[in-house]
């Protein structure tokens, strides 16, 4: 007897009729003779329709009240989704992440899980039930709700994947598996029949949040089977595993993220000491930082910039504005209209001229690179926000992916 754990997103159980088909899914894989876990997301918009409701009220709500929340979302959803499947007749319990021993660290809106004590999710299967888990959401040493970060339920499922060594982890979402690019911004964009962690992570850490990053880091760390495929049609999805067939293609994937501020800190002293107290003011904050670029010392001076998540643009402003009398720059900029565009792929290291092909499109195409970062899979370009689906376009034109 196999034991499968499913995750349905929030499109996937936007409404009734949504819910009962998860459920009748659901019921088709226990009565085939599996064990079945089931992670929930929060219905359709109501994640963003809370957070605008919460801005309502106070828009500098405290990030433990803003988590109170959130998590109200999925607790909808499992008690919708177990009523579906009593229906159906199958014996169920509905877990939040709190029942279902989800521990996690204190970071209020994004946390990350440091155990499952699976002990009640195992009587419950022992118990023959459906097991409907609320994903998203943990609870801290301090017994306080936290949530995992947007898109965080992916990761709750693969978590309890790794916890019960499931024999899979099934994510079933509104598109059918893992394109070459964004199905909904590229129409021709390919569906890949599998793609290794390594390259899903990138992707997934890049902007195309078809799964959340961390839950394919811990699919890779604790060797979870995972696989993206569609809610409503019964098809083959793509596969997410160590190693793939060797395929021609040169690259993997193109995407592109938009939560992107770039700050400039422009003429400060063009002497050593200086991005070590830039960088590690910020780390201070817990402020993580992405791309960097140092200009070439001119007269004494230099100029430093980088980027950060939108969310973290006003705190990290405030924090260089500390440094002003140490680092006695001349300006800050500051432009978060900007957008990161990046291919991926583990067949660029062994290929030259994979990026210049990149810049290449993009020349073609009129748009201006503002930064550029590489690491062996990927290739990232800041660019104008406005030029980014044109840019994702034509990028994958050039690589016929
Ligand atoms: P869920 O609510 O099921 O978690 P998400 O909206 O988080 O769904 O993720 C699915 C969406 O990811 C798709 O609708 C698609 O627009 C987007 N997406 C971005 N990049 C890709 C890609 N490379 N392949 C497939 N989907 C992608
Ligand atoms: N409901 C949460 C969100 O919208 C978590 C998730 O969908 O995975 O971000
Ligand atoms: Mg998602």
Known sequence: MALIVQKFGGSSVADAARVANVANRVVETARSGNRVVVVVSAQGDTTDDLIEKAAEINPDASKREMDMLLSSGEQISIALLAMAIEKLGHPVVSLTGWQAGFKTNNVYGNARINTIDTERIQAELDRKNIVVVAGFQGLNKYDDITTLGRGGSDTSAVAI?????????????????????????????????????????ELASLGANVLHNRSVEMAKKYNVKLEVKSSFEKIDGTVVKEVCKMEKMLIRGVTRDNDVARIAVIGVENTPGIAFRIFSALAKENINVDMILQSVGRNGKKDI?????????????????????QLNFEEVNCRDNLSKVSIVGAGMVTNPGVAAKMFEALFAADINIHMIATSEIKVSVLINVNNAERAVQVIHDKFNV
């Not at 060594?165 to 394109?179: F, Q, R």
């Open 161 to 201: 994947a790794a916890a019960l060594h499931a024999d899979k982890c099934e994510i079933y979402t509104d598109v059918d598996g893992v394109y070459t690019a964004d199905p909904r911004i590229v129409k021709d964009a390919k569906k890949l029949s599998e793609i290794t962690y390594d390259e899903m992570l």
């Open 305 to 325: 910039a980088f980027t950060v998540t939108k969310a973290h643009k006003d705190e990290t402003l405030a924090v260089i504005d500390g440094l002003k009398e």
